[in-house]
């Protein structure tokens, strides 16, 4: 046996054990239990064609020859992308440390609370620097928020705008390329009209609903839109602004203007380039909208005993409930990223960030104005930290290049500046020798920056922001360092225990997949950087796209979409440009089983489809009679079929090629829903199903981590008829010969992170990916037969088997007074974050165990089942004072000096012998959520000014 194979690590069970868990599940072997769980018709027949696997040595070797490929130029290219300084104590303290990373999204918000908090800190920071009521807890990038505040304006239209169909959206020319080209994808799918001007020349006798500015303008311009939004009022249009969050704390935040909505993007605060991200975006706006607000929002509410806690509000906003009236698809976000961003405000504070801002704008005055000296004419007059000049660009370009600097050429004469955090006077020495060389003169060489504002007097900020005291007690490290653990021990990640999450697929993100992210060669690049400088990046990652056509056996990927939800609307909008192409612009019906993740309806209403949705058998598998009598009633107008695969009842439906077979014959593409395809890969493939494409979560199956909510990647694979409408991008290009405009802001979306995904995909290989599905299919059967006779298993194949999923019946527990989200609290008590809650059906938790956990772990956790089971037993419906009810049980309930409860303090916290071991303490008893959406706080002050009557 190969020690140093990485599968070894990877996969939890050893192989000592198979004979174990093989025993339990009553079958003789692992490829008996794949045979009696996956239909025969759909398995691969041969092994994927990839390269032999690394070991972790070779990977690291490799991934470091890799890095040296790409050239870390200093970038002063800008266009919503700055070079930061991520602060170490933060880079080692979260950005390196599974105790942030491997986090799942704060839904059991008892054991997130210090994840919580930290989104706290991003919302609080978002809201006082742009001047606005409230803000979310991160979006993709700033181009998808730019979106998102387009059609949330787009939905509060007034009655009479709705009534008069008024559907113009005014988009200033100074909006960055990317934003515009992902305005242009997701504006007419849904019947908004875009047009594009400039706002000095607006013709406000026409109807608009909304308009949408870039502050400061893509060329670094600082306009006074001011006078415009006032205007736009007047004329009931509403208008949005994309902000530059660093310039906010030197200008007059857009919210003192009177914007309905800010966005931008958070990644000049500490955040590395990452070649296009992962990023956190913001979008901030008024109370009245929050309702139609996208995404998640931390609000703080109170827990069982009154105090205070915090917990994710709203939540009737989501797609899962909304599905097909969703505005936004929006599930996993930038968490991570924006936890990054709010400790860099922490470990800042308002002074921190106003001498970042001043040296910024410093350095970019000083350099205008020695270029200046050289001749050099500038064409913007009032700036922060760009500025545009007229020179020969060729000329320059060859000389910066030499110098390892890149600006951003806008044409022959034309080269944009922008400057960063990074600057000091050396580098604006190098600029100017650069320009100095390039018109043939003697550079000057200044010794300090000159501090005078480049911008209209009445711009400048004159609002104080982030007096909380957070932003003001952690600027030594040792400080920070503290508050950093603090929060971080009262969260539980994978690092502590197993998160059984059925469909998000909590695996092992193993840190020889990580590490190469903390690697300048591959953090430090801007996502328009020359090719030639990015050549690293540009193996990587159509390897990666190679790989995963592989594995899915399709023709083509992109991994621009930031997320699974992304993943689908590009999808979607990729079926919506196949189906124009051949004439056939008037396919627009999804059919949707009602069982299907929410983000597939929202998708598709954004995409501009009508949602049909068909029937689930009792069974739990799709009603094909059902399905085929749709189809065929829509065939004319039948654009797709959404199918997850296995389906989220987590089986392996045997009739799935009748029903993609189905599809095609009545027209339609089949989409599918790739969340499951850790439950296929090696072993069948969404092109053997007789899918078209499927969006692949590279944060669920392929090993990037959760982030407690984000990052993510959501690639789609396609089929060949597909390839040529691949999404585009403006600036650099990329995607299919007839590229849909861009679904994300970045070519390649997040780049970085992919590292991960192929990381994990080079030191499995082909029998490691296959081998990592049996495990799945094995660790999942074994906790069904462990489990059975205390619960009942919903769903199961045609030969009792669970694929690598299982829901469980906990509805009739519901006579003993217990709910399915007792036993989620309770199983805190036991050490264990919950497995998936409610989903795809009410009252039922759905459990994946993932390859990556090992025996022990395991049969920890059933033996936590089996025993809240025997709790569940003892309690009666009257009894509203029990174990379950009262949990989670804290510390500071156990230690107090009057225990009054009907059980022990042994029972409460201590029920199984394992857990004295390795305790983990939720800090905050049951949150209150209806409490904290009737007093919607969302940001760091204090609770006592909001306390109820
Ligand atoms: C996770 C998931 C999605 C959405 O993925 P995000 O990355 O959160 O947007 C879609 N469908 C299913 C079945 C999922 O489990």
């Known amino acids: 046996m190969k020690t140093d194979a990485f ?31 996956l239909p025969d018709d759909i398995r691969l027949k041969a092994p994927l064609n990839l390269d032999p696997a690394m070991t972790e040595y070779e990977f690291s070797n490799h991934i470091h020859q890799l890095g040296n490929k790409n050239k870390v130029f200093k970038s002063y290219i800008g266009l919503g992308y700055n070079q930061a300084i991520v602060p170490a104590v933060i880079q080692r303290n979260v950005f390196e440390n599974p105790g942030w990373y491997t986090a799942y999204t704060p839904y059991q918000a008892e054991i997130a609370q210090g994840r919580l908090e930290a989104i706290l800190n991003f919302q609080t920071t978002v809201i006082e620097l742009t001047g606005m009521e409230i803000a979310n807890a991160s979006l993709l990038d700033e181009a998808t928020a730019a979106a998102e505040a387009m059609a949330l304006l787009f939905d509060v239209r007034s009655r009479d705008q709705k009534k008069n169909e008024i559907n113009k959206f005014f988009v200033s020319e100074e909006i960055l390329p990317q934003t515009l080209s992902v305005l242009q994808t997701r504006a007419t799918p849904i019947g908004v009209e875009l047009v594009i001007g400039n706002h000095e020349t607006f013709d406000f006798s026409t109807a608009y609903f909304g308009a949408i500015l870039q502050y400061p303008g893509k060329y670094g311009q600082v306009h006074d839109y001011a006078a415009f939004i006032a205007k736009a009022k007047e004329n009931e249009i509403k208008v949005a602004v994309a902000a530059d969050i660093l310039s906010l704390a030197k200008l007059t935040p857009p919210g003192e203007m009177g914007a309905a909505v800010v966005v931008g993007t958070t990644q000049r605060f500490g955040i590395p380039l990452g070649y296009g991200g992962p990023h956190a975006a913001y979008f901030a706006t008024k109370d009245e909208y929050k309702r139609s607000m996208p995404g998640r929002i931390i609000g703080v509410t109170i827990d069982t005993n009154g105090n205070r806690a915090l917990r994710m509000a709203l939540q009737t906003r989501e797609q899962h409930i909304k599905r097909d009236k969703a505005t936004s698809n929006i599930c996993t976000a930038q968490v991570l990223l924006s936890v990054m961003a709010g400790m860099y405000a922490v470990y800042h504070g308002p002074k921190g960030l106003q001498y970042i801002a001043d040296k910024v704008h410093a350095a970019t005055a000083t350099l205008a104005n020695e270029l200046k000296k050289l001749g050099v004419e500038q064409t913007n007059t009032a700036f922060f930290d760009t500025i545009v000049v007229k020179a020969d660009a060729k000329k320059v370009r060859t000389i910066a290049e030499q110098n390892e600097i890149n600006f951003y050429y806008i044409d022959d004469n034309t080269i944009s500046i922008s400057l960063n955090e990074t600057v000091s006077v050396a580098e604006v020495n190098e600029i100017i020798s650069v320009f100095a060389t390039a018109t043939n003169q003697q550079a000057t060489t200044i010794d300090s920056l000159t501090n005078t504002n480049h911008f209209p007097e009445h711009l400048k900020r004159t609002s104080s922001f982030l007096e909380h005291d957070v932003f003001n007690k952690y600027h030594s490290e040792t400080a920070l360092m503290r508050y950093i653990k603090m929060l971080e021990r009262k969260d539980l990640a994978l690092n502590h225990s197993m998160i059984s999450l059925g469909s998000c697929t909590m695996k092992l993100n193993a840190a020889s997949e990580m590490l190469p992210l903390s690697s300048p060669q591959w953090n430090n690049i801007h996502p328009f950087a020359p090719l030639d400088q990015a050549q690293g990046y540009q193996e990587m990652l159509k390897k990666l796209e190679q790989q995963l056509n592989v594995i899915t056996g399709f023709a083509g990927t992109t991994l621009q979409p930031n997320s699974g939800a992304q993943g689908e609307y590009a999808g979607l909008m990729v079926i919506r440009a196949y189906h124009q192409s051949k004439g056939d612009h008037h396919r627009n019906i999804a059919l949707i089983p009602s069982s299907a993740h929410g983000t597939n309806p929202a998708s598709a209403a954004m995409a501009g489809m009508k949602v049909i949705v068909t029937k689930t058998l009792e069974n739990g598998n799709i009603d094909v009679e059902d399905l085929r009598e749709k189809a065929i009633l829509h065939k004319d107008n039948l654009s797709c079929l959404m199918v997850t695969y296995p389906s989220t009842h987590g089986v392996y439906e045997s009739a799935i090629k009748e029903i993609t077979q189905l599809i095609h014959d009545n027209g339609g593409q089949v989409y599918m829903d790739g969340a499951n395809m850790n439950a296929q890969v090696g072993l069948t493939n969404p092109a053997t199903i007789g899918a078209d494409v499927c969006h692949l979560n590279l944060h669920k199956t392929f090993a990037i981590p959760h982030g407690g909510g984000g990052p993510g990647v959501g690639p789609i694979c396609v089929a060949p008829q597909l390839v040529p409408f691949l999404p585009g991008n403006p ?79 906990c509805r009739p527990f519901k006579q003993k007074g217990i709910e399915v989200t007792d036993i989620a609290k309770r199983l805190m008590d036991y050490g264990f974050h919950a497995p998936t809650v409610s989903f795809p059906v009410a009252g039922t938790l759905m459990i994946e165990p993932t390859e990556s956990e090992n025996l022990e772990e395991l049969d920890r956790f059933c033996d936590a089942m089996i025993s809240i089971r025997k709790e569940i037993e003892a309690s009666t419906i009257e009894d509203k004072n029990n174990v379950l009810k009262n949990s989670p049980h804290t510390l500071a309930m156990l230690t107090t000096d009057v225990w009054d409860f009907p059980y022990t303090r042994e029972q409460a916290a201590f029920p199984l012998d394992y857990i004295a071991e390795n305790k983990f303490w939720p800090t905050v008893r049951r949150a209150d959520d209806a409490f904290g959406d009737r007093n919607l706080v969302c940001s760091c002050a204090p609770i006592e000014a909001y306390m109820e009557e």
């Open 731 to 809: 600036v650099i290009a990329t995607g299919g010969d007839h590229a849909i405009t861009a679904i994300s802001a970045a070519p390649w979306g997040s780049a970085l992170v992919c590292l991960i995904s192929y990381g994990y995909i080079s030191m499995l290989g082909a029998e490691g990916l296959k081998s990592a599905t049996q495990h799945a299919i094995l660790n999942a059967n074994y906790i069904k037969e462990k489990l059975s006779g205390h619960y009942e298993t919903l769903y199961s194949g045609e030969m009792g088997r669970a694929a690598h999923e299982m829901i469980l019946e």
């Open 7 to 37: 599968a070894l690590r990877h996969i939890g069970p050893r192989e000592t054990d198979h004979q174990q868990m093989l025993k339990t599940i009553g079958v003789e072997s692992i490829e008996q239990l794949v045979y009696e769980t």
